[in-house]
């Protein structure tokens, strides 16, 4: 098969998944939501990040990390050499809890399989979680964002992380400092692994 036909059908999958989500009624979030907030990237990127779930502006847009966090998020991101062209960004959840609350775990079982088909489909060799929601998903249920953010784990041939979330950075700078330094490791990963 050439390589045509294969990101051809690639594409075709996306296109599929991407269908089955803006319909998707699995939860009682799709009674709320404005927009299903698929994610947004490069589908050819070796990096993932992962954030918790759609804020006001990315359920308004249509797209994650749109507002105050996503544009700190922006800052971090230009500081790493990251942009939409090497990266891949996702939440946990699709549909924006109302009032921002916490997703709870029934969501997350609800909406986790259109995360990791997307995972599948991107085949990362870095996933970097944007904070304790997303890390204890994704890393392990125990995660302490506080003493493991920046510490790095494998499963199979993928890398993973987590740092701050953006909005965590918002409320507290102080925390800021860290993010540099957390970024700096992500981004040295990712040219140890000649993906940047
Ligand atoms: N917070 C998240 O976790 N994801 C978004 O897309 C926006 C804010």
Same mark, same amino acid.
């Given at each position: 098969?050439?390589?045509?036909?294969?990101?051809?059908?690639?594409?075709?999958?996306w296109?599929?998944l991407?269908?089955?989500?803006l319909s998707?009624?699995?939860?009682v979030?799709h009674?709320?939501?404005n927009?299903?907030? &698929?994610?947004?990237g490069?589908?050819?990127?070796?990096i993932m990040?992962?954030?918790? !779930?759609?804020?006001?502006s990315?359920?308004?847009?249509?797209?994650?990390f749109? $507002?105050? !966090? $996503?544009?700190?998020?922006?800052k971090?991101?230009t &500081? !790493?050499? &990251?942009?939409?062209?090497?990266?891949y960004? @996702?939440? *946990?959840?699709?549909?924006? #809890?109302?009032q921002?609350?916490?997703?709870?775990?029934?969501?997350?079982d609800?909406?986790?399989?259109?995360?990791?088909?997307?995972?599948?489909? +991107?085949d990362?060799?870095? +996933?970097?979680?944007?904070?304790r +929601?997303?890390?204890?998903?994704i890393i392990?249920?125990? &995660?302490?964002?506080?003493?493991?953010h920046? @510490?790095?784990?494998?499963? $199979?041939?993928?890398?993973?992380?987590? +740092?701050?979330? #953006?909005?965590?950075?918002?409320r507290?700078?102080?925390?800021?400092?860290?993010a540099? *330094?957390?970024?700096?490791?992500?981004?040295?990963?990712?040219?140890?692994?000649? *993906?940047l």
């Open positions: 098969m050439g390589i045509e036909t294969i990101l051809n059908e690639k594409e075709e999958q296109q599929e991407l269908k089955d989500c998707c009624d699995k939860c979030l009674n709320t939501r927009k299903v907030v &698929f994610g947004k490069s589908h050819e990127a070796k990040f992962i954030g918790e !779930a759609p804020g006001e990315e359920d308004r847009e249509g797209l994650p749109v $507002g105050r !966090a $996503g544009k700190l998020l922006d971090y991101m &500081f !790493a050499d &990251f942009t939409l062209d090497n990266v960004i @996702a939440n *946990i959840l699709k549909c924006r #809890p109302p921002n609350r916490d997703p709870d775990q029934s969501e997350q609800n909406c986790i399989d259109y995360l990791r088909l997307q995972t599948k489909l +991107i990362p060799k870095i +996933i970097v979680c944007l904070g +929601i997303a890390a204890m998903r392990k249920p125990d &995660f302490r964002i506080t003493s493991e920046g @510490a790095w784990f494998r499963k $199979g041939s993928i890398y993973m992380t987590a +740092i701050y979330h #953006p909005s965590a950075l918002l507290d700078s102080e925390k800021k400092a860290d540099v *330094i957390d970024f700096k490791s992500v981004r040295e990963k990712a040219v140890e692994l000649r *993906i």
